[in-house]
């Protein structure tokens, strides 16, 4: 699976847009970009994943560079309760393929 | 309604016990995972069951041991406890190459 790269923290006001950016530039045809959230002390929670196209959720919004060397996760009114690691993960989707977690970006929503 | 459900939540044991962790998933997934997260957070992949069948073993010491009885339940058996085994055990599934979802985890402490 290809490796990604994050800042390593960001913060965000309050009811503000958080945007994360994410480079992947060895990603292959085939991988897809997931990005999953750790808040403090709980189990991994998926967030939203994509190919090529743009994708939008009740949680967030995934961009994707046309290239899909690089993705943004978008969260459009991030609130406090959005302070968590942040895991950018490219992979393919096949038979029981694992997911590779980086350090992530620790985003830090304040008020 | 819980999703990923992990047992215990927390475990203390002496050096050199046998312990287990189990895990059940209410999704009707076919996939389950073991990811073991230690004290510098970085989340790792131990084990993959398929249907019932080992399909990733990820360099796990041999006193690891998973068994799956069902496709609902991949429990984690441990022998002869040592320190490093000290960490949060995060148990996830899926249907088959698609997206993974996690349970709360488990965190062991050996003393």
């Known amino acids: 699976d290809a490796k990604t790269t994050q800042p390593t923290s960001m913060d965000c006001a309050e009811g503000r847009a958080a945007n994360l950016p994410c480079n992947h530039s060895?990603?292959?045809?085939?991988?897809?970009v997931y990005w999953y959230r750790q808040i403090h002390s709980q189990g991994p929670q998926y967030i939203i994943h994509?190919?090529?196209n743009n994708e939008t959720n009740e949680m967030a919004s995934l961009i994707i560079t046309e290239d899909r060397k690089s993705s943004t996760l978008i969260l459009p009114h991030a609130t406090l309760r959005d302070t968590a690691v942040y895991y950018c993960?490219?992979?393919?989707?096949?038979?029981?393929?694992?997911?590779?977690f980086g350090a992530g970006t620790i985003l830090r929503v304040k008020s | 309604d819980t999703a990923v459900s992990q047992t215990p939540k927390y475990l203390v044991t002496q050096m050199g016990n046998d312990k287990s962790i189990k895990c059940e998933q209410n999704?009707?997934?076919?996939?389950m995972y073991w990811y073991k997260q230690d004290s510098k957070k970085f989340l790792k992949i131990m084990f993959s069951?398929?249907?019932?069948?080992?399909?990733i073993n990820e360099t796990v010491p041999n006193r690891f041991s998973p068994k799956s009885p069902d496709k609902a339940h991949l429990n984690l058996h441990i022998n002869s406890l040592e320190l490093g085994d000290s960490a949060v055990y995060f148990c996830?599934?899926?249907?088959?190459?698609?997206?993974?979802?996690f349970g709360p985890g488990t965190r062991l402490l050996v003393l």
């Open positions: 069951y398929n249907n019932k069948e080992l399909i």
């Open positions: 999704l009707g997934h076919d996939t």
């Open positions: 993960i490219v992979r393919v989707a096949e038979y029981g393929n694992k997911l590779v």
């Open positions: 060895t990603i292959s045809g085939n991988e897809y």
């Open positions: 994509g190919l090529k």
């Open positions: 996830a599934s899926s249907r088959t190459s698609e997206t993974q979802y």
